[in-house]
């Protein structure tokens, strides 16, 4: 099955602007780093993003369910620096 990376990354890109406003207000963010070819998006914490306690659900339960939603072909989304998600 081959993806469409841009079509994925145009719909990662829009649900990060959506929760953008709600890390930013606690410090922190995130960057989309690449979609791998088995349709996982990898990102980057950002900022307070990076060390606090809450950045698995904000991860799950925030970013990767609203990119689900408009992209159900990704499988995952996973972050660079918190190794327990790679």
Do not use: H, W, Y
């Not at 841009?6 to 990662?12: A, L």
């Not at 780093?33 to 980057?44: F, L, N």
């Not at 970013?63 to 072909?73: D, G, Q, R, S, T």
């Amino acid at each position: 099955m081959t993806i469409d990376k841009k079509s994925i990354e145009e719909k990662v890109l829009g649900s990060l602007e959506q929760l953008r406003p709600f890390l930013n207000a606690d410090g922190g963010d995130m960057e989309l780093v690449e979609i791998k070819d088995d349709a996982t998006v990898v990102v980057r914490l950002l900022g307070a993003c990076s060390d606090c306690s809450m950045s698995m659900m904000t991860l799950k339960a925030g970013l990767e369910e609203a990119v689900k939603k408009v992209a159900p072909e990704v499988k995952a989304v996973v972050a660079l620096n918190m190794p327990e998600t790679v």
